[in-house]
């Protein structure tokens, strides 16, 4: 699977957009892009996922460029409860395991 | 969320002793996964299962095994517990379908003395 590189950390403001970049440059045509959180040591949280279109949810939209070597998690109106770490992920369609790296610490300020 | 249950939640053992942590759907996935998880590491796979009876090892399945005799239970044991198994566990469910997603349970911390 594809490796992806992020930020260490990054913070928000609460009530902005949280845009959260991944670098993906050397997936594959069949590789989807995941992003998952993961809030205190609780379960990792499934935020969206996609192959080469942009996607949006309830939680956030997923940009994936042209090229599929970057993405981008926007996440609309950033509130304190979206403080986390963030994981990009890609994985090849029904692949096995996740990779998930260490991720993105966002944190939201008040 | 997915049902998904792990138990034990938090589990203190000494080394040399085994010991079983038991993942619990109520979704009907094919797959099921064990995932530790230790800081600096991120998450690595430990074991995988792709049916009843049907596993496979992951990135870090060595001085751990599993089973699974029904669709719902998939078991992680460790034979002898080492120090170095101290970590948190993580159980995953998924459905095999194309562009699936995994989800996950609430995680078992496991120390080992």
């Known amino acids: 699977d594809a490796k992806t590189t992020q930020p260490t950390s990054m913070d928000c403001a609460e009530g902005r957009a949280a845009n959260l970049p991944c670098n993906h440059s050397t997936i594959s045509g069949n590789e989807y892009v995941y992003w998952y959180r993961q809030i205190h040591s609780q379960g990792p949280q499934y935020i969206i996922h996609?192959?080469?279109n942009n996607e949006t949810n309830e939680m956030a939209s997923l940009i994936i460029t042209e090229d599929r070597k970057s993405s981008t998690l926007i996440l609309p109106h950033a509130t304190l409860r979206d403080t986390a770490v963030y994981y990009c992920?890609?994985?090849?369609?029904?692949?096995?395991?996740?990779?998930f790296g260490t991720g993105t610490s966002l944190t939201v300020i008040p | 969320d997915a049902g998904i249950t792990q138990s034990p939640r938090h589990k203190v053992t000494e080394t040399g002793t085994p010991v079983t942590l038991r993942c619990h759907q109520t979704e009907n996935h094919r797959y099921m996964y064990w995932y530790r998880q230790d800081p600096g590491h991120g998450l690595r796979l430990i074991h995988y299962s792709y049916g009843v009876k049907d596993t496979d090892k992951g990135e870090v399945s060595d001085g751990y095994s599993v089973s699974r005799s029904k669709t719902e239970d998939f078991l992680l044991t460790l034979e002898s517990a080492t120090s170095s198994q101290t970590s948190v566990y993580f159980c995953?469910?998924?459905?095999?379908?194309?562009?699936?997603?995994?989800?996950f349970g609430p995680g078992t911390r496991l120390t080992v003395l």
């Open positions: 996609g192959l080469k």
């Open positions: 992920i890609v994985r090849v369609e029904n692949g096995n395991q996740f990779y």
């Open positions: 995953a469910i998924s459905s095999g379908g194309a562009g699936d997603t995994q989800y």
